[in-house]
């Protein structure tokens, strides 16, 4: 089973989806009960905009290992790609208070709290992840996004963003997105998604807030397509 997913992530690195939802189930068909294969598939399932069955498959990782610190931080970032912001908040929150110490859980909480445009709490959440870079970059970023939601004023968001050591790089599309500055978001997608490691170009690239705030743009519909297409063949 566990092979079975390494191999499954492997494929889902590349973007080979059909060959990486094969592997998933087969190895939730070789052990139901193995919290870590419900885990990668609900990544899988829910990048590819399939959020009802990616949040089923988080819920199951969950049930199976209601103390996975992980696990719960997946679930978050799944609802929050579904755009069930209430829900996603919830769950972050009783992530943190299991595991109160755990740095990303606070970074997943810092921008459900940007999606939802509670900047005082986005504000307060980045510093407990304890790591000092994000929280000044952060800072900026919020800030960014404040203007541009309250006066709808552009401006530029800190290069800092697009260290991978800072943000995990589909945050930084989220940022971008968040801040209306979906051309750069866009740009970074596209860069991201002819670079090695191409999975985190899609991670959100089907979400709910993509959509809505991107739908109309054929670029941002091209690269949805590029790379959430359920046939490895095609990439």
């Not at 800072?166 to 945050?171: G, K, P, S, V």
């Not at 997608?189 to 002819?194: D, F, L, P």
Request: hydrophobic share 45%.
């Amino acid at each position: 089973g566990g092979a079975t997913t390494a191999l499954a992530f492997m494929h889902q690195l590349k973007l080979e989806w059909g060959e990486a939802l094969a592997k998933h189930e087969l190895a939730i068909v070789y052990d139901p009960n193995q919290s870590t294969s419900w885990h990668w598939y609900s990544g899988g399932l829910s990048t590819l905009g399939r959020h009802d069955e990616g949040i089923a498959a988080s819920l199951k990782a969950l049930k199976l290992d209601p103390l996975s610190r992980i696990a719960g931080a997946s679930l978050a970032e799944n609802l929050l790609a579904a755009g069930q912001y209430d829900a996603a908040l919830g769950r972050i929150n009783k992530t943190i208070a299991l595991a109160p110490d755990f740095g990303f859980a606070w970074e997943v909480k810092g921008f459900i709290h940007i999606v939802r445009h509670e900047f005082d709490e986005a504000r307060a959440a980045f510093p407990k992840a304890q790591w000092d870079e994000i929280a000044a970059t952060a800072s900026e970023v919020i800030d960014r996004v404040e203007a541009f939601v309250v006066d709808n004023e552009m401006g530029e968001l800190p290069a800092a963003i697009y260290d991978s050591q800072q943000f995990d790089h589909y945050y930084t599309a989220l940022a971008l997105v968040c801040a209306g500055q979906y051309g750069l978001a866009l740009d970074f997608i596209e860069r991201r998604s002819n670079a090695d490691l191409r999975l985190p170009a899609a991670r959100f690239v089907a979400s709910s807030l993509f959509h809505e705030k991107m739908g109309d743009i054929p670029r941002y519909r091209e690269l949805v397509e590029r790379l959430t297409t359920v046939d490895g063949d095609v990439k």
